[in-house]
């Protein structure tokens, strides 16, 4: 079956590559720059800043060689979008599509989830699905659904080519027929609410990878689940050398070569050797680190990757590059607070040398405080450029919303080269936020402009046919809004939802989201 899959899938990647990648935008030869050297490793070496850090590397896994066989992009000819912002530079690659300019946004369908309404020590969390709750996107073939359905488990009457993958804060996993919102197969349980984006294994081995969020019903961790055999196929949780009691993991994991890399919010950093036979996961290494004289911080966003570099932020503002072959931190930037977005990558192609872009959150400044909003030189962790934006933290009852940078920013393509798009909590006093855009070089600001509440979810984008770039984001009070890349204009917003924690996933000329109150839906653009 494995044998047909992989066949199937060359047949799928010749149909999905005339609409993969919105970088196809840019110019052809900047892409076979890079392509020239996917596969040179950067040496192995650690920065002068990695001394603030003290760490260790656990290698579970002593027969394996650690060693990277591929450091080719898993995802870029992936039928579908099978992971957060749909690849390892976490740059949203899968860009939508639309003839002319756009002026509003439709409703298709609403799918309706279950609920958990399990008390926890941080409440309860019902269905629908939130931060970061991406779905997954996959376009089978008709191959590849016949020995689905002549050997897969749970499939219903509307199993179909368009699937819509996506974790519920209900605990469960739902597949939605794309084209009518009815389910394509059973519900599958992943145990625990899930907040964050599930991950589909890019082999297309059924292998979906799902983060438990919350412990509404102990013990608390990371899942794997066989979609053909509806069964789980590994658990991990909780790990008893971990330095850090709360063991979730919103982070949505990521495939390189033959392993993938989990981060998680008890402080450990785990790499997994997933080709084996049987498809389950091993342990091959885990990194524990922390900075002198702080105890360990928790990573919520989803590790970036360059190459054989990864990316991430952590709870107390750490931004730390690891070596993915050896898990030996490179480097370590101090960005003063809480980072929950996940690190966006661009590549300069003239000289392959990756740049990140990531800010914090205004949560251990107190109320007033600043996001700091950063370029950073990802081959050595120098600062590039700065912006300030000052935010405030605010508390309702016992809850307290953090100022700041939640989603994860989107790099303009087309009429919009060279920009920077993300949504900024709460600029003031209000429950507001604003949707910013900035200048990659520089770090200037372009424009701003108000959203009615507090947002979360990372702007997603659509081109037209003279490379356009339209861009539509979501605030937590239900409301959409789309604007014209280039300008700021604000060309429609209404609330059509709960609360749009969640981030879309564009397909053509429309996308999908979650939302609180049990809700996925589907809209397209007109």
Known sequence: ????????????????????????????????????????????????????????????????????????????????????????????????????????IVRDWTFQTGRDDTPTSVGSFGGGSGWTGQPVYVQWTQEQMEQQRAHAVALTPDFAEQEIIVGSLSGTVYFINFSNGKA??????????????????????????VGQGIPAHPPIGQVALDIFKHERAFFYGPDPKA??????????????GQFLFWPGENGTIYKYLRTGDDRALAIHTKLRYHVKGRGAAGVENSLCVYRNHGYFGDNHGNIVCINLHTMRPVWYYDNHDDIDGSIVCEVDTTTNTPYIYSACEVDQQGTQGICHFVKLNGLTGELVWEQQFPCTKLNIGEKHFDGGLYCTPYLGHGDCEGKLFATITQPDSSKTAEFVCMDRQTGDVLYRKPLQFFAWSSPVPFYNQQHELFIVTGDSSGRLYLFRGATGELLFQAVLGNNFESTPVPVGSSFVVGSRGQEIHKFHLE
């Not at 650690?46 to 060693?67: F, K, R, W």
């Not at 992971?83 to 003839?99: H, K, S, Y």
């Not at 850090?244 to 990521?254: K, N």
């Open 184 to 209: 394509s197969r059973e519900p599958l349980s992943a145990g625990n609410p899930i907040k964050g984006s599930v991950s589909l294994d890019p082999s297309l081995n059924g292998i979906l990878y």
């Open 1 to 104: 079956m494995k044998r047909i899959l992989f066949l199937s899938l060359c047949l799928a990647t010749l149909l999905w590559s005339c609409q993969r990648r919105s970088s196809s935008i840019a110019a052809s030869e900047a892409n076979s720059t890079e392509l020239i050297s996917a596969q040179m490793s950067f040496p192995d070496t650690a920065y002068a800043s990695v001394e603030q850090l003290t760490y260790v590397v656990e290698i579970i896994d002593t027969v394996t060689d650690g060693t990277l066989n591929s450091l080719e992009d898993a995802y870029a000819d992936a039928p579908g979008h099978f992971t957060f912002r749909g690849g390892p530079l976490r740059d949203e690659p899968v860009a939508g599509t639309f003839d002319g300019v756009p002026s509003k």
């Open 243 to 256: 330095e850090r009691g709360w063991g979730a993991f919103d982070s949505s994991p990521v495939a390189v």
